[in-house]
């Protein structure tokens, strides 16, 4: 499995680096509960985990934050202290609103803009932020965390989780782009003749092959006599040495 997510995201971010010009190091935004869901699955600190996840050593990661995500850890309770913690170990994203004038997820779409500019990857669990950085007109790569480690979502212009929606993700697409994702010419034309879901009916097969052959003959099976009895000799009549005259 730990193999499988490390070919994945090496896949998305050949295409993000490929079609949307991303490069290293990494500029990645983690919110507040991002910070909290790696404590708890035990993930280790944030900025580690994520700078892991995409196979890179720390210097090829920036980790940043938002003042207002600060703000937000600062006043939830003890609980998150240690994610609060987490986050003066973070740069801070320049500019953008003040702690109080927006919230922390706003903040995070404020800094990437309309068209992420920036290249920013942001790290987050809020399905609301998610949705409205899909809806940008820049590509923002999006993590999250799971039980099983830390995960990216496909890319939405240009990938699919299975093969059977390949060929409508590659529509409408430059040969660059297709080429980065890694998807086959070959995949794409069969993409059509993968069956899904789909129940037959058996067809009735010919005879059975082994009913054809001629039946052996079943030769009679010896009885052995049981081993106590003795056989019988049969005797023979002796005859009289002399002869009878008349």
Do not use: W
Request: glycine share 8%; charged share 35%.
């Amino acid at each position: 499995m730990r193999v499988k997510r490390a070919r994945k995201v090496r896949k998305y971010l050949r295409y993000y680096r490929s079609a949307h010009g991303f490069r290293e190091p990494y500029k990645v935004i983690v919110d507040g509960n991002f910070i909290a869901a790696c404590e708890k699955l035990k993930l280790g600190k944030a900025k580690d985990a994520v700078a892991k996840y995409l196979v890179s050593s720390p210097r090829d990661v920036k980790v940043f934050t938002t003042r207002c995500v600060q703000d937000e850890l600062r006043n939830m309770g003890p609980e998150y202290k240690g994610a609060s913690m987490q986050t003066k170990e973070l740069n801070l994203v320049g500019g953008g609103p003040a702690p109080g004038e927006a919230t922390a997820s706003a903040s995070i779409v404020d800094a990437c803009g309309v068209s992420n500019e920036e290249r920013f990857v942001v790290c987050t669990q809020d399905e609301d932020l998610k949705e409205k950085l899909r809806k940008c007109k820049g590509a923002v790569p999006i993590v999250f965390a799971h039980t099983s480690g830390l995960q990216m979502e496909p890319p939405p212009d240009a990938t699919a989780a299975g093969l059977t929606s390949q060929k409508e993700q590659v529509q409408g697409l430059s040969e660059k782009e297709i080429r980065a994702l890694g998807v086959e010419e070959k995949d794409i034309r069969d993409v059509y003749r993968v069956k899904t879901s789909v129940k037959f009916k058996k067809k009735s097969g010919g005879k059975n092959p082994l009913s054809c052959l001629k039946k052996k003959k079943k030769e009679p099976a010896v009885v052995a006599q049981p081993s106590g009895e003795k056989k019988k000799r049969p005797r023979r009549k002796k005859q009289n040495s002399e002869g009878a005259t008349n």
